[in-house]
C-alpha cells in the first residue's frame, strides 16, 4: 500500500475507533482492535487525545500489550505505564524481548520499578538487571541477550539436534557465535553454513574470525555506523575480556536511525524528539517557553547592537529599511556550513585531526560568496539610492558577516561538542546571535564612521 493511501487508512480507523468509543460502543472497538499489529495500534495510541488512550489500551488484547509498548514513543509510554498495576506489567514483560524490555524499565519510576521486579520470576528479574547495568545509549543497553552460543569442538548433528530441541530460534537470527568454555568470543557460524554442512563436520572448522565484535561501552551512534559500513545484519557484544554477553540486530540499528533522524530535527527547533503530539497544553507551553526565552535573550542582544547606532538610524532612514539584509544573509550561510558540520560530526568525518582543513575551506567559501553578494547587493544600492557610499558600505558589512558566518558554523559546532552540549540544540541560537550581532555592527558601525556627522 503506497504511503499516502496508508496514512489516509490510518486516519479513516482511527476515525472509526474514535466515535466508537464516543459512541460507548467498546465491542466493536475490540473487534476493531483485534486485527490490527503492534505498529498500528502504538500509532493509534499515539494519535489519540490524552484521555482516550486509558480506554483504548484497556480494549487491546493483553496478549499484544507487550509488543505494543515496544513500538510506543516514550513519553506516551509513560503515561500509558502510570495505568498499569506493577503485577500486569511484570506479566506483561515475559514475552518481551530485553533490549526492549530494558527501554520501558528505564521510563518507570523507582518505586514502580522495585515493584515490577519484585513480581517477576529471577530468571526475567536477572535478564532485566543485566541489561539495566549498562547505559542507554551504549551497545550493552541495546543489546538482546536472547542468542545461541557454541562449542567449536562440537559438530553439525549435535547443533542441529539442540536447534530441534529448542524449537525455535531467537528473532532475526542469521548466525551463531562460537565460544570457548569461558564463554571468550571465538567468531561465528552462519546458519546457511550449519544447514548446508556435513553432519560431522566439525564447528571449528566453519567458523569465521574476521567478524568484528562490539564492545559494550560503544556508543550506540557509532554502532549504527558500523552496520551501515559493512552491511550487517546483527553483530555480538562482548565485555572488555571478550566474553560474548549478547547481540544486536539490523531492527535495533534502524531505530537507532530513526531516533537520531528525529532527534536532529526536533532540535533544531528546541523541541523534545520524545514530545507527545497530544501532551497537556501546560505541559506543552512549559516546554516551548523555556526555548522561547532563551532565544528572547539572544534577540534582546541585538536590539542591544542596533541601539548603540540610534543616532545614525534618525540621520538616515534608509539605514532601518536596509539593517536586516546583513544579518539575514549571514544567518542563511552560517545554517549552511552549521548543518555540514553537524552531519559530518554524526557520520564521524570531522574531528580534531581535520577541524582546522574543513575551518579554512569554510571560512574560503564564506569569503567567497560574501564577495559575490556584496557586489551584487552594492551595485543595487547604489543605483537605488544613487549613493556609491552606502553602496560600498553594505557590500563590505556583507564580506565581512558571511565571512564570520563560516568560521562561526565550524566552530560552533565543535566547542559545544567540546562541552558536551548537543550541537543540533543550541548550535542553530549561538550562531543566528553571532551573525546578527556582527552583521548589525559591521554595517552600523561603518555607517556612522563614513556617514555619521
Not at 495510541?45 to 484521555?51: A, D, F, Q, R, V
Request: aromatic letters at 6%; proline letters at 3%.
Amino acid at each position: 500500500m503506497p504511503e499516502g493511501s496508508k496514512q489516509e487508512y490510518n486516519h479513516q480507523r482511527l476515525q472509526q475507533v474514535n466515535d466508537a468509543l464516543d459512541s460507548g460502543m467498546f465491542v466493536h472497538v475490540r473487534k476493531l482492535l483485534q486485527d490490527m499489529p503492534a505498529y498500528d495500534l502504538a500509532l493509534l495510541l499515539e494519535s489519540s487525545p490524552t484521555k482516550s488512550r486509558v480506554a483504548l489500551w484497556q480494549l487491546i488484547d493483553a496478549d499484544h500489550h507487550g509488543d505494543v509498548l515496544e513500538e510506543l514513543n516514550e513519553e506516551v509510554r509513560k503515561g500509558i505505564l502510570k495505568n498499569i498495576h506493577p503485577e500486569k506489567l511484570a506479566a506483561v514483560a515475559e514475552g518481551m524481548d530485553v533490549d526492549d524490555l530494558a527501554e520501558v524499565f528505564r521510563t518507570l519510576p523507582d518505586t514502580v520499578y522495585q515493584e515490577v521486579l519484585n513480581a517477576m520470576d529471577w530468571q526475567d528479574r536477572h535478564r532485566v538487571e543485566a541489561a539495566l547495568s549498562f547505559e542507554e545509549d551504549t551497545a550493552g543497553g541495546i543489546m538482546n541477550t536472547d542468542t545461541i552460543s557454541i562449542r567449536p569442538d562440537v559438530t553439525v548433528d549435535v547443533v542441529l539436534r539442540y536447534l530441534r530441541l529448542r524449537g525455535e530460534l531467537p528473532e532475526a537470527t542469521d548466525s551463531f557465535y562460537v565460544v570457548d568454555r569461558a564463554d571468550h568470543f571465538l567468531g561465528s557460524v552462519s546458519l546457511s553454513a550449519i544447514v548446508t554442512a556435513k553432519a560431522e563436520t566439525i564447528i571449528s572448522d566453519l567458523i569465521n574470525k574476521d567478524i568484528q565484535a562490539i564492545t559494550a561501552d560503544m556508543n550506540e551512534k557509532d554502532v549504527a555506523q558500523l552496520f551501515e559500513r559493512y552491511d550487517w545484519f546483527s553483530a555480538p557484544v562482548v565485555d572488555h575480556e571478550a566474553r560474548l554477553l549478547g547481540r544486536i540486530t539490523i531492527d535495533d540499528v534502524i531505530d537507532i536511525i530513526r531516533e537520531e533522524a528525529e532527534h536532529s530535527m526536533m532540535s533544531m527547533a528546541g523541541l523534545d524528539d520524545e514530545a507527545d503530539t497530544f501532551a497537556p497544553v501546560l505541559k506543552s507551553t512549559q516546554r516551548r517557553s523555556i526555548w522561547l526565552g532563551v532565544n528572547l535573550i539572544t534577540a534582546l542582544m541585538a536590539v542591544a547592537v542596533s541601539s548603540m547606532f540610534e543616532g545614525i538610524l534618525n540621520q538616515l532612514a534608509i539605514l532601518a529599511v536596509l539593517n536586516s539584509l546583513v544579518p539575514s544573509m549571514g544567518g542563511v550561510a552560517g545554517n549552511q556550513t552549521l548543518t555540514l558540520v553537524i552531519r559530518a560530526m554524526a557520520l564521524g568525518h570531522v574531528g580534531e585531526s581535520n577541524s582546522r582543513i574543513l575551518l579554512y575551506k569554510e571560512l574560503a567559501i564564506g569569503f567567497f560568496n560574501g564577495l559575490i553578494w556584496a557586489v551584487l547587493i552594492a551595485s543595487v544600492v547604489a543605483i537605488w539610492q544613487q549613493n556609491l557610499m552606502l553602496g560600498a558600505i553594505i557590500a563590505f558589512a556583507m564580506l565581512m558577516n558571511m565571512t564570520a558566518a563560516g568560521i562561526a558554523g565550524v566552530t560552533v559546532p565543535l566547542m559545544l561538542k567540546k562541552m558536551n552540549i548537543d550541537p543540533a540544540l543550541a548550535g542553530s541560537v549561538i550562531l543566528t546571535t553571532v551573525t546578527d550581532v556582527v552583521g548589525i555592527f559591521a554595517f552600523l558601525g561603518t555607517a556612522t564612521l563614513l556617514l555619521g556627522q
